[in-house]
């Protein structure tokens, strides 16, 4: 048999080569073909489960697959996590990922991935500030007059918290060190029954998320003293920022999607292009509104930044708090 010619040869390879990419590229096309989980690591009806269900339906409705939530809670959302970071990197599991993996980071000592190594962005959906809201029995209407009452009674004002290290702690711990106040951390398996209680007046203050907030603080049953992004919420327009009073203070959930490092580029440009018209989309961006988000529209690599910055930022916190999980 003769061998092929050197231009032959060459042809030859420059094909093969080119096989992968062509692979590739029509894997991206015919994605999705089956069925998409999106791993929520907490119970239904928290803010990264409701942002998990508006993206799905959205993806679903553009995609022509079901993209399914399903929730794995536990372990301050690491179960979750580590279902994703072990499936394969085929996008067909994506993990709703926002401020529980940014603080777990480094609140936990010992986890069998590396959150920033072991998730890649896909894309940023929105940024939710929280609510500093007090029990309307607290003689406090604003910040200052929160913090002059605070100062004038140092350990006598009971903070909820939806559980040691949750955001709605390290929230509160930032605003503690920042403020200069000292507030009594008391922690709570999960918004709901700390939110009882300060309703109740067990406890005086909390930071809690908008999206379970709204309610209460339109009935008049909290008093919400200021919000924590740099801007005001659009469900909120006549509540400050903590900011305005405490220079440099500014916190936010931001939530997005991720996927299995080595997931292919392909189908997280997809997957990030169509996030990205959803966040475009008027009715999204009206629901948002109701729900004090603000969309958070970018690349992948965008998003990466963000939650490298969110990790960094919090491991500051987590560190200087000494808190350590339940």
Do not use: C
Not at 142 to 167: D, H, R, V, W
Not at 219 to 231: E, P, W, Y
Not at 299 to 325: C, I, N, Q, Y
């Amino acid at each position: 048999m003769k061998l092929p010619h050197r231009r032959q040869f060459l042809q030859l390879a420059t094909g093969a080569a080119a096989l992968p990419a062509i692979s590739q590229v029509a894997r991206a096309q015919t994605y999705p073909s089956r069925p998409v989980r999106i791993i929520v690591g907490f119970a239904p009806g928290a803010s990264n489960d409701i942002l998990a269900r508006l993206m799905g339906q959205w993806l679903s409705d553009h995609l022509g697959q079901a993209f399914l939530v399903e929730n794995r809670p536990g372990a301050g959302g690491n179960i979750g996590t580590e279902a994703v970071v072990r499936a394969a990197p085929d996008g067909y599991t994506l993990l709703m990922a926002g401020p529980p993996q940014a603080i777990n980071a480094t609140l936990y000592d010992k986890l069998s991935f590396n959150f920033i190594r072991d998730i890649a962005p896909v894309a940023a959906i929105s940024r939710e500030p929280s609510v500093v809201v007090v029990n309307p029995s607290v003689p406090a209407t604003t910040i200052p007059e929160f913090i002059a009452y605070a100062k004038a009674n140092p350990g006598k004002l009971n903070m909820a918290s939806a559980g040691t290290g949750s955001l709605t702690h390290m929230t509160g711990q930032l605003f503690k060190i920042m403020a200069g106040v000292d507030l009594v951390h008391v922690p709570y398996r999960g918004s709901a029954p700390a939110a009882t209680d300060l309703l109740g007046g067990q406890v005086q203050v909390m930071f809690l998320s908008t999206i379970a907030s709204l309610e209460y603080i339109k009935a008049g049953k909290l008093r919400a003293l200021a919000v924590t992004t740099d801007r005001r919420s659009q469900a909120l327009p006549d509540v400050p920022t903590v900011g305005e009073f405490v220079p440099g203070y500014e916190t936010g959930a931001v939530y997005g999607l991720g996927a299995p490092k080595d997931t292919p580029a392909e189908i997280i440009d997809r997957l990030n292009r169509e996030i990205n018209a959803a966040l475009a989309n008027p009715k999204i961006k009206a629901r948002f509104g109701e729900l004090g988000s603000a969309a958070l529209p970018g690349s992948a690599a965008d998003f990466g930044k963000l939650m490298a910055a969110e990790t960094e930022k919090w491991a500051k916190v987590v560190r200087f708090s000494g808190a350590k999980p339940d």
